[in-house]
Nanobody, 122 residues
């Protein structure tokens, strides 16, 4: 079955950086768009970024643009999210997801990881 496993979360001070990884198995990774989403306590899950199967199409939510970078290594079946200049409002559980189309809508992603907690202290 499809498995997406995130790692790399943790506690960081404001202004710091973290690199999240998402390792995929059970699917043809190089055929899928990979998305990152996040969910803060009491809030809906929101779009962060996606990268299409080839890495040629990348899109970020406006609030992450310039601070976050998404990339992928199809040989390793892994997608990454480099997060710089972190702010306390970036605190959330971060999820990776796999879908067919490069879109921001979470309902278009049928496969999800379990999430990794990112906490940014002020």
């Amino acid at each position: 079955q499809v498995q997406l496993v995130e790692s790399g979360g943790g506690l960081v001070q404001a202004g710091g950086s973290l690199r999240l990884s998402c390792a995929a198995s059970g699917l043809t990774f190089s055929s899928y768009t990979m998305g990152w989403f996040r969910q803060a306590p009491g809030k809906e899950r929101e779009f962060v970024a996606f990268i299409n199967w080839s890495g040629e199409i990348i899109y970020y939510s406006d609030s992450m643009k310039g601070r976050f970078t998404v990339s992928r290594d199809n040989a390793k079946n892994t997608v990454y999210l480099q997060m710089n200049s972190l702010k306390p409002e970036d605190t959330a559980v971060y999820y990776c997801a796999a879908g067919v189309r490069p879109v921001v809508v979470r309902y278009e992603y049928p496969y999800w990881g379990q999430g990794t907690q990112v906490t940014v202290s002020s």
